[in-house]
């Protein structure tokens, strides 16, 4: 796993993402398949998976990519599970994903953290903050935890490798 703070360093792209129209937008969006990240169509989100994409699986030879977005008030939560396409029978989970909080709501926000299951039954609690990336195994049980005060703004982004649904479709 990777925590990286500071992730966007351009100040005008994080100024647009302070104004919560852009992520009414995207929020609790079904998951999108996209085949290029060109095909993403909020110019925004586009220009942070770019960054995400060219600095974790810029080795990878890219096949899909998934992305949807979250913003959870007061109350809610994402039960645990793992990443996964929903459309093939079995269960087939991405390598590697990534979340990252682009609002500055995500630094008072209370509750919400990313959890996840390790071995043993530990529990990793990742703080949602602003301008935050984490990467992690999505084939790895997670959750986030209820929120008890204030907003959560999440985006997140997973890499399918090149042919890796395709090859577990045929069977």
């Known amino acids: 796993m990777i925590v990286l703070d500071g992730f966007i360093t351009n100040r005008e792209i994080l100024k647009k993402f302070c104004d919560t129209k852009v992520w009414d937008e995207i929020a609790d969006t079904r998951t999108t398949f996209v085949e290029s990240i060109e095909d993403i169509k909020n110019p925004l989100f586009r220009e942070v998976s770019y960054n995400i994409a060219n600095m974790f699986w810029s080795k990878l030879s890219w096949g ?7 913003v959870l008030k007061q109350g809610k939560e994402i039960p645990w599970h793992v990443d996964k396409d929903e459309e093939i029978e079995k269960v087939i989970s991405p390598p590697i994903g990534a979340v990252w909080y682009g609002h500055p709501c995500n630094d ?64």
């Not at 899909?64 to 979250?70: S, V």
């Not at 195994?137 to 935890?145: E, G, I, K, Q």
């Open 64 to 70: 899909e990519f998934e992305y949807w977005g979250n």
């Open 108 to 171: 008072t926000v209370e509750g919400g953290y990313l959890e996840i299951k390790r071995n043993h039954g530990e529990i990793e609690r990742i703080q949602p903050k602003y301008n935050r990336l984490v990467v992690f195994d999505v084939a790895t049980l997670h959750r986030v935890s209820p929120i008890t005060k204030g907003i959560r703004c999440g985006f997140s982004l997973s890499v399918w490798p090149e042919n890796m649904k395709t090859e577990i479709r045929r069977g």
